[in-house]
């Protein structure tokens, strides 16, 4: 049996993971917890892709979305805004799961609504980059 692939794809801004605001986001980069990650999911091939770009977002889920068993989105402020990423979800054959780092509902309130959650199979918010590990358990169980 072939090992499970999930793409862990991150939005705007998060790639800044280690220096953009540490009190919320952590001091960590998601390229050092990307290796952590790789090696608490052995038998997982994670594939990891980052763009501040929305149009390339949709580009990476619809070339894996026919082909790989998840996606784990952090689709960052467009979560709040694209209906097109909600779109390209609802097209796609894998499973993909809303993360945040943060609880997004303990902020600003127009972070309350996400345009992606109703698309999704799953919400994880709240437990740091550790959100990303929920994720990928609930993907590949």
């Given at each position: 049996?072939?090992?499970?692939?999930?793409?862990?794809l991150?939005?705007?801004?998060?790639?800044?993971?280690?220096?953009?605001?540490?009190?919320?986001?952590?001091?960590?980069?998601?390229?050092?917890?990307?290796?952590?990650?790789?090696?608490?999911?052995?038998?997982?091939e994670?594939?990891?892709?980052?763009?501040?770009?929305?149009?390339?977002?949709?580009?990476?889920?619809?070339?894996?979305?026919?082909?790989?068993?998840?996606?784990?989105?952090?689709?960052?402020?467009?979560?709040?805004?694209?209906?097109?990423?909600?779109?390209?979800?609802?097209?796609?054959?894998?499973?993909?799961?809303?993360?945040?780092?943060?609880?997004?509902?303990?902020?600003?309130?127009?972070?309350?609504?996400?345009?992606?959650?109703?698309?999704?199979?799953?919400?994880?918010?709240?437990?740091?980059?550790?959100s990303?590990?929920?994720?990928?358990?609930?993907?590949?169980?």
């Amino acid at each position: 049996m072939s090992n499970k692939k999930v793409l862990i794809l991150n939005g705007p801004n998060l790639n800044l993971l280690g220096v953009r605001e540490p009190d919320i986001y952590g001091t960590s980069s998601f390229d050092d917890y990307l290796s952590q990650l790789r090696g608490m999911f052995p038998d997982v091939e994670l594939t990891y892709f980052q763009s501040n770009v929305e149009g390339e977002l949709i580009n990476k889920m619809q070339e894996v979305g026919f082909s790989y068993d998840g996606i784990v989105l952090n689709a960052g402020g467009y979560t709040h805004t694209s209906v097109a990423l909600h779109d390209c979800i609802l097209s796609l054959k894998c499973p993909v799961v809303e993360v945040h780092i943060s609880n997004v509902h303990q902020r600003e309130g127009y972070r309350h609504h996400s345009f992606i959650s109703s698309a999704c199979k799953g919400i994880i918010c709240g437990f740091g980059l550790d959100s990303y590990r929920l994720a990928v358990m609930a993907l590949t169980k």
